[in-house]
């Protein structure tokens, strides 16, 4: 299968009065036709940022600092507002935390659609009214035409996502990135959520990078998963890979943190510290502080993200030295 998406070297710097520093360093992956990329990391690791700039939404006092995009073959670094404007919603859909992000509060939901569905693609209005109700169905929602004429505040959070999944299908994307898609709905809507936007993804044939800290809720969607930590990628492989023998300390200590890997009354596992902040990095690793396995070498050197048979890692430790 043809590659879809190639990131190669994707770097996000901030301005600012005391210097520069790196949120995105040096990001690379490739994604195929119909495939789903996951991507791994606390809070604050640089996933949204990610999100951000393959769709070019970075703006002062963020700057793209170096890399590459290049969607179907088109670099999209450096694309003019107006023509990266044609990409998001029509070639490239998101799904965001925050359904409200994506919807207007005070218009009927149909009629959203519709007006998606018409902004983009040259259809008469009777036949993307009859769309926009199919697409309804289709994401699970009983009685399409009720559903239709309600404004957002009137649905649950979990059919207001179900609404903005409908949305991001409107077009027929060839990319759909889901950022956290499911985190502000409660345990049993976000598993039902997640089995539709699989299911969903797989139907419409779409490449999809989906964005969680959770690595069990990625493990389930993804094809390939990039782990990443403070801005860069600490390990990308496929996922049968990374889950059954995760090779970075940190795609360890994720998984180790699982609920079902935690004892309930010794959360021994549940990781220390915090990613650090990006004007104060580690000399060395930057996982370093918090690495039970570090030594000398991690404090004052920098791994680099090294390719093993397809298995890339950033860590000078051998996988089988691994213990934690
Ligand atoms: N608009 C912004 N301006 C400056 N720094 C930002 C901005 N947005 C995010 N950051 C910083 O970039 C880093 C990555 O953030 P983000 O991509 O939101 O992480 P994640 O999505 O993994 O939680 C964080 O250190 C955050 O503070
Ligand atoms: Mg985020």
């Known amino acids: 299968m043809e590659d879809i998406l190639k990131v190669k070297d994707l770097s996000v710097a901030l301005k600012t009065q005391d210097g520069i520093s790196r949120i995105l360093d040096k990001i690379t992956f490739n994604l195929k036709k119909g495939e789903t990329l996951g991507v791994v990391g606390e809070s604050g690791c640089g996933k949204s940022m990610l999100a951000s700039a393959i769709i070019g939404l970075i703006s002062d006092p963020l700057k793209v600092d170096d890399g590459s995009v290049l969607f179907e073959g088109e670099e999209l670094i450096g694309l003019p507002e107006k023509r990266l404007r044609e990409y998001r919603g029509k070639k490239i859909a998101m799904i965001f935390q925050d359904p409200m992000t994506s919807l207007n509060p005070i218009m009927k939901c149909g009629k959203q659609l519709v007006e998606t569905i018409l902004a983009h693609e040259k259809v008469s209005k009777k036949d993307a009214i009859a769309r926009s109700l199919d697409l309804i169905s289709q994401v699970g929602l009983d009685n399409p035409k ?4 309600k404004i957002p505040a009137q649905l649950s959070g979990g059919q207001r996502q179900r609404i903005v999944i409908a949305m991001a299908l ?14 502000a709905l409660d345990v049993v809507i976000q598993k039902q959520i997640l089995i539709l936007i699989k299911k969903l ?10 964005i969680s800290h959770d690595m069990g809720v990625v493990a389930n969607m993804a094809d390939n998963v990039m782990v990443m930590y403070a ?15 995760p ?55 920098r791994p680099e993200l090294k390719n093993v048979h397809g ?7 051998k996988p089988e030295e691994l213990t934690v």
């Open 170 to 183: 409107c077009c027929s994307p060839d990319l759909i990135i889901c950022d956290e898609p499911t985190t």
């Open 201 to 210: 993804v797989r139907e419409s044939g779409a490449s999809c990078i989906f």
């Open 247 to 301: 090779a970075h300390p940190y795609s360890k200590a994720l998984q180790a943190s699982l609920p079902q890997n935690v004892e309930e009354k010794e959360r021994l596992n549940e990781m220390k510290g915090s990613v650090p902040m990006l004007d104060n990095l580690p000399a060395g690793c930057l996982f370093e502080p918090r690495c039970p396995m570090a030594d000398w070498r991690c404090s004052t050197n």
């Open 231 to 245: 801005g860069q990628v600490v390990e990308y492989a496929d996922i049968k890979s990374v889950f059954r023998s």
């Open 146 to 149: 009720e559903i239709y004429n």
């Open 311 to 317: 298995h890339y890692r950033r860590c000078f430790k």
